[in-house]
């Protein structure tokens, strides 16, 4: 079975700062990794997902996450912050099944609310 | 605007009552899924249908059933709602295995 697990249920960065955002992975097949991104009363929006081939993966509004495989890691970061970034942020893993994988039955990691301070 | 639509919104409702929770989405996707989301656990998937006709258990399916009975709607049906149901809900769909899921707006429940 998969897990995930985020490091931090709360970050708080200045504006313009870097944001890191820990994610990482357990899993006994090559994983397939998602983070999405959730706004006040909102659903879920994929910011950007790793499958195969490059490791460093860029999504929307700036953010990039580099999967690691010796290290089970996902992190998501972006180098500056905008205070649009605020939301709660959601790393997730595709679960594996007989007959492949999903992209849609994910396992989530807990979550990490993102603050940004003017 | 092509999406998902889930309702309503928010309900209260009595422990021991029976409520169906809706689901359409217009893309024309094929797989859809139910998700529950509480503070500290994420989102833990409930109940799958990769294609029309039919459904699957995911993580937590106890207390919950699902039908799909065409391509678009994907109802969610608490038989007899428990305390340990109030949560926000989230229906998504994707157009198959391999492609991005899209989530709806959530319904906000609460069982008292």
């Known amino acids: 079975a998969q897990s995930v697990t985020q490091l931090g249920s709360h970050v708080s960065v200045s504006e313009g700062a870097l944001v890191l955002l820990r994610c990482n992975y357990s899993?006994?097949?090559?994983?397939?990794l998602f983070w999405y991104v959730q706004y006040p009363n909102q659903g879920l929006q994929l910011l950007l997902k790793?499958?195969?081939?490059?490791?460093l993966v860029k999504g929307i509004n700036g953010f990039e996450a580099e999967f690691k495989k010796s290290e089970t890691s996902f992190h998501l970061t972006k180098p500056s912050a905008h205070m649009s970034d605020a939301a709660e942020y959601f790393c997730?893993?595709?679960?594996?099944?007989?007959?492949?994988?999903?992209?849609?039955?994910?396992?989530f990691g807990q979550g990490t609310i993102l603050t940004v301070h003017p | 605007i092509a999406g998902i639509t889930q309702a309503p919104t928010s309900q209260i409702l009595a422990a021991g009552r029976r409520m169906t929770l809706r689901c359409t989405q217009d893309?024309?996707?094929?797989?859809m899924y139910w998700y529950r989301q509480d503070l500290g656990l994420g989102l833990r998937l409930i109940h799958y249908?990769?294609?029309?006709?039919?459904?699957g258990k995911g993580e937590v399916p106890d207390g919950y059933s699902v039908s799909r009975a065409n391509t678009d709607d994907f109802p969610l049906t608490l038989a007899s709602a428990v305390p340990s149901q109030t949560s926000v809900y989230f229906c998504?769909?994707?157009?198959?295995?391999?492609?991005?899921?899209?989530f709806g707006q959530g319904t906000r429940l609460t069982v008292v």
């Open positions: 998504a769909s994707s157009a198959d295995r391999n492609t991005e899921a899209f």
């Open positions: 899993s006994s097949v090559p994983p397939y």
């Open positions: 790793y499958t195969t081939g490059a490791t």
């Open positions: 997730a893993v595709s679960v594996q099944e007989a007959g492949g994988t999903s992209y849609g039955k994910l396992t």
């Open positions: 893309m024309r996707h094929n797989a």
């Open positions: 249908s990769n294609t029309a006709g039919t459904t």
